[in-house]
């Protein structure tokens, strides 16, 4: 199997717990710090603009409230999506999809996106999500990493632009993780550390498929975790965890 070839070390939701999640200031201060990957959450406003945000709702990482899927991206401009973080942060936007791609490419920094459907629109947004990165990192030398934990939206990116790699996200790795990873084809696992067990990882990578592990906050296990053959950690302590760790 070809080796893993994105960064090993990858900040959660941009900036991990040095920056607001989701926001064009934690993939700046990512890259400040000199990591070279870095995952986000891509949610569908209510006019079906591609946009960084984790929660189905405003309310818990913005000056707003409401559901996301019934506000439109205009609606959300004027929106403090910085102020819950730091005061540092104040009037930090909600970026879309477009301006994170953007700034990804400008910065040199690779993506993992996590498609992150409100219900009912697992299939929207997969098929939104992948046209965009399609166009945003045309012609860039690495393209990103598209994955969910939704198999009907994995899906959707699949038939809209297949090209693009996808990974299979999940808490614990189910008995038939090699059948639905096939049906999606994708080409790597994405899995809750701590249900990690070695024996699951020597499995995953011996089928030939790449494995990521979340969320990992220390140091010691994320020695542990490589020397079982993980490929790949997304944490949120840049503090602690360097790009360049080993």
Same mark, same amino acid.
């Given at each position: 199997?070809?080796?893993?070839?994105?960064?090993?070390?990858?900040?959660?939701?941009?900036?991990?717990?040095?920056?607001?999640?989701?926001?064009?200031?934690?993939?700046?201060?990512?890259?400040?710090?000199?990591?070279?990957?870095?995952?986000?959450?891509?949610?569908?406003?209510?006019?079906?603009?591609?946009?960084?945000?984790?929660?189905?709702?405003?309310?818990?990482?913005?000056?707003?409230?409401?559901?996301?899927?019934?506000?439109?991206?205009?609606?959300?401009?004027?929106?403090?999506?910085?102020?819950?973080?730091?005061?540092?942060?104040?009037?930090?936007?909600?970026?879309?999809?477009?301006?994170?791609?953007?700034?990804?490419?400008?910065?040199? !920094? *690779?993506?993992?996106?996590?498609?992150? /459907?409100?219900?009912?629109?697992?299939?929207?947004?997969?098929? $939104? &999500? =992948? #046209?965009?990165?399609?166009? !945003? *990192?045309?012609?860039?030398?690495?393209? /990103?990493?598209?994955?969910?934990?939704?198999?009907?939206?994995? $899906? &959707? =990116? #699949?038939?809209?632009?297949?090209?693009?790699?996808?990974?299979?996200?999940?808490?614990?790795?189910?008995?038939?993780?090699?059948?639905?990873?096939?049906?999606?084809?994708?080409?790597?696992?994405?899995?809750?550390?701590?249900?990690?067990?070695?024996?699951?990882?020597?499995?995953?990578?011996?089928?030939?498929?790449?494995?990521?592990?979340?969320?990992?906050?220390?140091?010691?296990?994320?020695?542990?975790?490589?020397?079982?053959?993980?490929?790949?950690?997304?944490?949120?302590?840049?503090?602690?965890?360097?790009?360049?760790?080993?």
């Amino acid at each position: 199997m070809k080796p893993w070839p994105y960064p090993r070390i990858i900040a959660h939701r941009g900036g991990g717990t040095l920056a607001p999640e989701n926001t064009l200031a934690g993939m700046r201060k990512a890259k400040q710090l000199g990591f070279a990957g870095v995952e986000f959450d891509v949610m569908l406003a209510g006019d079906a603009t591609p946009i960084l945000m984790h929660d189905e709702t405003l309310a818990r990482t913005t000056s707003g409230s409401g559901a996301i899927a019934a506000t439109a991206y205009r609606d959300m401009l004027t929106l403090d999506a910085g102020s819950w973080f730091s005061a540092q942060h104040a009037g930090e936007p909600v970026p879309s999809f477009e301006q994170a791609g953007r700034l990804c490419v400008e910065l040199g !920094l *690779w993506a993992d996106i996590e498609i992150k /459907p409100s219900k009912g629109f697992e299939a929207q947004t997969g098929t $939104a &999500a =992948a #046209r965009a990165a399609r166009e !945003l *990192w045309r012609g860039a030398a690495v393209q /990103p990493l598209l994955c969910s934990f939704q198999p009907a939206a994995l $899906a &959707a =990116a #699949r038939e809209a632009v297949p090209e693009l790699p996808r990974g299979g996200l999940t808490q614990t790795i189910p008995a038939d993780w090699k059948h639905w990873m096939q049906k999606l084809g994708c080409v790597s696992l994405h899995c809750d550390y701590r249900m990690l067990l070695p024996q699951q990882a020597r499995a995953v990578r011996e089928a030939g498929y790449w494995l990521l592990c979340y969320t990992v906050n220390d140091p010691e296990t994320a020695r542990v975790l490589l020397d079982w053959g993980v490929d790949a950690i997304v944490t949120d302590r840049l503090d602690l965890i360097a790009p360049d760790f080993s």
